[in-house]
């Protein structure tokens, strides 16, 4: 199968990006820091996840990052105030989330809310909580934190990385559970025509409200990782991931050949973010000139990778039809 003009110009704009580091750093090709690499994305990629299951059903999540920092605040709470194990208490603090994706359920599938303003509502609302749990958003620190608990964070076993087989394993099973079984075809095919979808007998209420459950929950355990490996919670430390797992979704859309979120466009879309970010630290750049930077290398990556889907920048380019962006 040949590659689209897409794949192919994110693939060239990917080695170019790689040859400026590698020109600007000689640590980038260090094993410790293609490592650095790997396990830095691991939260953002199973966040991403979570994303892609959402803009597959159709729509879109703007209260990930609330997920994300519930998982990341409750597994605290569940191990100081209710004295759990850090298991159970993992086990806690998604369950605990898991209450913001039956909310944004419920609000989308039984009151008839567009998904764009229910979710951006749960995400106003997860905030303040966390405002006023937090004495206005000041950190929590969990210096504490079991030894165990840390490496769940930190760790690795045989040589791999804790987390990076986490994500990893959660990637393959999305990407099974999307494209090789019937309960992921017909989200799917809710994405694409829900009035279809609901004339063929599909349950499109009950399936749209069981992917942000999902989804909350993924967060949540992203979340889990992440204090996990910083042994502190910052409030509303999850929007920053949140905004990057929307751009990769729809750089990996438009990467694929249908123009629909799927898990391996949405993974090469976190490494190519994972590793920008990287290149940038090694480069040594101010934080605001990053951000800067980083910024207008994804708009430009997401223009060139529409452009070229489209067929605007040559005659071989296809049609996309986004109709995950759509959605939105």
């Not at 809710?190 to 599909?202: C, K, N, S, T, V």
Request: glycine fraction near 12%; aromatic fraction near 10%.
């Amino acid at each position: 199968m040949r590659p689209t003009s897409a794949q192919l110009g994110f693939a060239a704009a990917f080695a170019l990006m790689v040859a400026v580091f590698t020109w600007r750093s000689d640590a980038f090709w260090h094993a410790s820091n293609l490592l650095n690499i790997a396990t830095g994305c691991v939260v953002l990629l199973i966040v991403t996840l979570a994303m892609t299951a959402v803009v597959a059903s159709g729509g879109i999540d703007l209260s990930v990052g609330v997920s994300l920092d519930f998982g990341a605040w409750f597994v605290i709470i569940a191990m100081v105030d209710w004295h759990l194990g850090w298991g159970p208490a993992i086990l806690t603090a998604v369950a605990v989330t898991l209450a913001v994706g039956a909310l944004n359920g419920l609000l989308i599938a039984k009151a008839g809310v567009s998904p764009f303003l229910a979710t951006l509502g749960v995400y106003f609302v997860g905030r303040s909580v966390q405002q006023a749990g937090t004495n206005g958003g000041a950190t929590v620190n969990f210096r504490q934190a079991p030894d165990a608990f840390h490496q769940f964070g930190v760790g690795s076993v045989a040589g791999v990385p804790v987390k990076v087989a986490i994500g990893l394993a959660l990637a393959v099973a999305l990407w099974f559970f999307l494209t090789k079984t019937s309960h992921g075809r017909r989200i799917e095919a809710i994405g694409l025509q829900p009035e279809a979808a609901r004339h063929i007998g599909i349950r499109v209420g009950a399936y749209t409200a069981l992917t942000y459950v999902v989804a909350a929950g993924l967060c949540a355990l992203a979340g889990a990782i992440l204090t996990a490996q910083l042994r502190i919670f910052t409030p509303l430390a999850g929007f920053a991931y949140q905004t990057d797992a929307i751009a990769a979704v729809f750089l990996g859309a438009a990467l694929s050949r249908a123009g629909r979120a799927s898990v391996p466009g949405s993974l090469a879309a976190v490494v190519f973010l994972a590793t920008l970010s990287n290149g940038l630290d090694l480069a040594g750049l101010d934080f605001n000139v990053k951000v800067l930077v980083r910024g207008i290398v994804l708009v430009v990556a997401l223009a060139a990778s529409f452009g070229l889907a489209r067929g605007a920048f040559g005659a071989g380019g296809r049609a996309l039809r986004p109709a995950t962006l759509e959605a939105g």
